[in-house]
């Protein structure tokens, strides 16, 4: 009997077409080569008719396996209500289609993550299939293509919230809604931290050796469901004497290619009954600390710069830019999103002696 599965597609958009800020004088090549922008993270994420999202980070953000699993869990939430609002019901098989690296997807975070969604019984099998290198164009990738191309005739972009915005308003258009499908909700969010997914792991002491190389060995398939559900004559691979079989230990498939028909080795065991017990919360308390900037100071130098051709009065004393007197209000995000370095960082306003915060 088949069952509805839910097919889930991520992948990040290349950093290029997000450097701010944007303004048409810093396209002369002459004048601000030398300078460096910040550039921001834009992580898609397409569940097949239900919902399209991106999320939008800052340039400190770490692109790693905590943002690829906070992106998940945001969209499952939002796919959880859409389902409640179309009175249906979840499906209960889960998909991931991600590319093939183990900085951001194949890593022993995420693939906890999605065996904690099998134990936790939010899904009866939950799944991550890995495109091989060089074959990595898919139907997400066609649609950062069309972004980028409306991009290019945007020439005002102050800080994030105009990115947001902006990716919104293309996503807006009915030859786009026309494919993503009239009833599948699309959303914009500026994601602005990061739970700790790594750190709230690693109580647990999970690891994956093996199959994660992109070379003879690498598997692009993985699999994870409950023993129970495995057929009679099935052996799981145990990697320790003192574990007890249980009916809802959950265990691992895996394929050298997701067309295979047979597994690549028996089903290994990598979750057993009762150990996310050793887990203090449900989720995740603590959030991912940013990056520290590589070019901090070429940031301050393009905003010192640029307030300077606007003839606009300040001061700088190490990470803090004093702005005398306001720009006007197009300019307004870019002190923000230049010199949002340290959460320490602020915008100082003599005019009226408040203390403005970069978001």
């Given at each position: 009997?088949?069952?509805?599965?839910?097919?889930?597609?991520?992948?990040?958009?290349?950093?290029?077409?997000?450097?701010?800020?944007?303004?048409?004088?810093?396209?002369?090549?002459?004048?601000?080569?030398?300078?460096?922008?910040?550039?921001?993270?834009?992580?898609?994420?397409?569940?097949?008719?239900?919902?399209?999202?991106?999320?939008?980070?800052?340039?400190?953000?770490?692109?790693?396996?905590?943002?690829?699993?906070?992106?998940?869990?945001?969209?499952l939430e939002r796919v959880r209500l859409v389902c409640e609002r179309r009175r249906i019901a979840m499906p209960s098989e889960l998909i991931v289609w991600c590319d093939n690296t183990?900085?951001?997807?194949?890593?022993?975070?995420?693939?906890?993550?999605?065996?904690?969604?099998?134990?936790?019984?939010?899904?009866?099998?939950?799944?991550?299939?890995?495109?091989?290198?060089?074959?990595?164009?898919?139907?997400?990738?066609?649609?950062?293509?069309?972004?980028?191309?409306?991009?290019?005739?945007?020439?005002?972009?102050?800080?994030?919230?105009?990115?947001?915005?902006?990716?919104?308003?293309?996503?807006?258009?009915?030859?786009?809604?026309?494919?993503?499908?009239?009833?599948?909700?699309?959303?914009?969010?500026?994601?602005?931290?990061?739970?700790?997914?790594?750190?709230?792991?690693?109580?647990?002491?999970?690891?994956?050796?093996?199959?994660?190389?992109?070379?003879?060995?690498?598997?692009?398939?993985?699999?994870?469901?409950?023993?129970?559900?495995?057929?009679?004559?099935?052996?799981?691979?145990?990697?320790?004497?003192?574990?007890?079989?249980?009916?809802?230990?959950?265990?691992?498939?895996?394929?050298?290619?997701?067309?295979?028909?047979?597994?690549?080795?028996?089903?290994?065991?990598?979750?057993?009954?009762?150990?996310?017990?050793?887990?203090?919360?449900?989720?995740?308390?603590?959030?991912?600390?940013?990056?520290?900037?590589?070019?901090?100071?070429?940031?301050?130098?393009?905003?010192?710069?640029?307030?300077?051709?606007?003839?606009?009065?300040?001061?700088?004393?190490?990470?803090?830019?004093?702005?005398?007197?306001?720009?006007?209000?197009?300019?307004?995000?870019?002190?923000?999103?230049?010199?949002?370095?340290?959460?320490?960082?602020?915008?100082?306003?003599?005019?009226?002696?408040?203390?403005?915060?970069?978001?």
């Open positions: 009997v088949s069952t509805p599965v839910f097919v889930v597609m991520t992948d990040g958009m290349d950093q290029a077409h997000w450097s701010l800020p944007r303004y048409r004088a810093l396209r002369a090549p002459k004048e601000w080569a030398k300078y460096i922008r910040p550039k921001c993270k834009v992580q898609g994420i397409w569940l097949f008719f239900i919902g399209v999202y991106f999320f939008v980070a800052d340039a400190t953000m770490p692109h790693d396996s905590n943002m690829t699993i906070e992106v998940i869990a945001q969209a183990v900085r951001e997807n194949k890593n022993q975070y995420v693939m906890t993550y999605l065996a904690m969604l099998v134990r936790k019984t939010m899904f009866r099998v939950t799944g991550m299939c890995n495109l091989p290198m060089g074959r990595t164009r898919n139907i997400l990738d066609q649609l950062y293509g069309v972004l980028a191309r409306s991009m290019q005739y945007v020439d005002c972009l102050p800080d994030i919230a105009a990115i947001v915005s902006e990716i919104k308003r293309i996503l807006d258009r009915p030859s786009l809604r026309e494919w993503f499908g009239q009833e599948t909700e699309v959303e914009v969010i500026w994601l602005q931290s990061v739970r700790h997914w790594a750190a709230f792991f690693q109580p647990l002491r999970l690891t994956f050796q093996g199959g994660m190389r992109d070379d003879a060995t690498g598997l692009h398939c993985w699999l994870f469901l409950f023993r129970k559900d495995l057929p009679l004559h099935v052996q799981v691979a145990r990697h320790g004497v003192h574990i007890v079989p249980h009916p809802l230990d959950v265990v691992c498939i895996t394929k050298r290619w997701v067309t295979d028909e047979q597994p690549s080795q028996d089903p290994m065991l990598v979750l057993p009954h009762g150990l996310l017990d050793r887990l203090p919360t449900p989720v995740p308390m603590t959030l991912r600390p940013p990056n520290e900037p590589k070019n901090s100071k070429l940031w301050l130098e393009l905003a010192q710069t640029l307030l300077f051709r606007y003839d606009r009065r300040f001061n700088a004393e190490n990470d803090v830019i004093i702005v005398c007197s306001p720009p006007p209000t197009p300019l307004w995000g870019l002190p923000c999103a230049l010199c949002n370095l340290r959460q320490d960082t602020l915008i100082k306003q003599h005019s009226d002696a408040n203390q403005v915060t970069p978001m």
